[in-house]
């Protein structure tokens, strides 16, 4: 049978009709009503009926970036669309006529790189996907973890700082201050402001404005400073992977999300930093840290696949 999967970000409502093999039937993009939050339900619907037309679909399963609740149905919170207590699943459900289930986007994405991508045959998987901030999920022993309120997994919101940089969330030292793309633009920004010798590179590309991606290209210029704010990021990545592992001791890690498209910049050193850092190193087995392989695409079939199995 086959299920649809929605992945509702900040800037694109992507959804696909999933087979139960994992694979994406068809596909399609609309432009997230980022202003409009209480009309979000009403595009994924459009995309659910226009991906339903003509085929017998079972369920829907929704990737969204907040906090959902435990019953999969309410988003508690979602900054990036300020839904407060959002029942999405009720609104949803009634608009297509189909179950649906609701679930924290990196959870999704977590599942369909476990059950269809780099984590296949893994039993205890951290899925950590770097973005503009830090999500995870994690899958152990063939079920997804969410917590008590269905609220777990939050990584990149471990304090790593005490009193460290502000985060979105409002508290300070979150690890994703130190380890995403927003972390890789401010170490740059902060190298240029201190030493701008070391960046004529990353000067001449930037324009007077310090993205991420002219970050990526004058690293793999040989940009010094850019080069550097990569080495921070690997090691800040590293450090909390070791930390994870003392917690969670999982058979492997899966790095995925949109900074992991420059992981020949970081991903070795990383994983060098995380050996490093283990606790009790060279008296217990080390975990994997690999590259995930669904891409754009994994939080849509994951999403799918949960809904298969709701």
């Known amino acids: 049978m086959l299920t649809i999967g929605v992945d509702i970000g900040g800037t694109k ?26 009309l979000v339900a009403e595009t994924v619907a459009e995309v ?37 207590e959002e029942p999405l699943q009720k609104k949803i459900g009634e608009l297509v006529g189909l179950p649906v289930i609701v ?14 991508g780099a984590g296949r045959g893994q039993t205890h998987v951290v899925c950590i996907t770097i973005g503009t901030g830090i999500g995870g999920g994690l899958v152990f022993d063939g079920s997804l973890y969410r917590g008590r309120w269905g609220m777990g997994a939050e990584l990149g919101h471990m304090q790593v700082v005490p009193e460290g940089r502000l985060c979105g969330c409002r508290q ?34 930037a324009d007077g404005k310090i993205e991420g991606e002219e970050v990526t290209e004058a690293a793999r210029l040989g940009d010094d400073a850019s080069l550097a704010a990569f080495s ?13 592992a003392a917690i969670l001791d999982p058979s492997c890690f899966i790095v995925g999300g949109g ?19 283990l606790t ?12 995930a392989e669904l891409g754009a695409s994994a939080g849509v079939v994951g999403a799918g696949d949960l809904a298969r199995r709701r």
């Open 259 to 277: 900074v992991s498209r420059a992981s020949d910049l970081f991903l070795d050193q990383a994983r060098e930093t995380f050996e490093r850092c």
């Open 13 to 38: 409502v992507a959804a696909g009709v999933v087979d139960d093999e994992g694979k994406i039937v068809e596909h399609t993009l609309k432009p997230t009503p980022a202003d409009r939050p209480d």
């Open 280 to 291: 009790g190193r060279g008296h217990r087995p080390v975990a994997e840290v690999r590259l």
């Open 103 to 116: 679930e924290n986007d990196a959870n999704a994405m977590a599942w369909g790189e476990t059950r269809f």
């Open 172 to 205: 300070r030292g979150c690890w994703e201050q130190y380890a995403s793309g927003n972390a890789l633009v401010a170490d740059a920004t902060e190298i240029v402001t201190a030493q701008p010798e070391r960046a004529e590179i990353l000067l001449g590309l």
């Open 48 to 84: 659910v009926r226009e991906l339903a037309k003509g085929r017998e679909v079972e369920a829907v399963g929704v990737g969204a970036a907040g906090f959902v609740d435990e019953t999969r149905s309410i988003v508690r919170f979602a900054p990036n669309l300020a839904w407060r």
């Open 232 to 244: 921070n990021l690997a090691d800040w990545l590293g450090q909390g992977m070791a930390d994870l």
